[in-house]
């Protein structure tokens, strides 16, 4: 996300994103080292949280930290993005 795109982004929706950080992400993944995070990190994460939360929860989560995580490999910090690759839960369609 741009700053540009947080601009345009309602205060609302930044509040909801830092609390998903701050409670669902952060946690569990904040002291591990950016070079250090894996995929696998993110996915045993995403098979806790469906113990807990929806599957639609658990996808906004995973989002969220991949959009975080691409702005990272954007400014250099990392040459990949280890959310890109862990596996998010799908969503059934009813």
Do not use: C
Not at 15 to 42: E, N, S, T
Not at 70 to 91: I, Q
């Amino acid at each position: 996300m741009t700053f540009k795109e947080a601009a345009d982004r309602l205060p609302t929706t930044l509040d909801r994103y830092r609390r998903a950080i701050r409670i669902h992400l952060k946690p569990k993944l904040g002291d591990v080292p950016l070079q250090r995070l894996l995929p696998k990190m993110f996915d045993d994460l995403y098979r806790q949280q469906l113990e807990k939360l929806s599957p639609a929860s658990v996808l906004k989560n995973h989002l969220i930290a991949r959009a975080a995580l691409d702005r990272v490999v954007r400014w250099g910090w990392l040459d990949r993005n280890p959310a890109d690759r862990a596996e998010a839960p799908k969503l059934r369609r009813t």
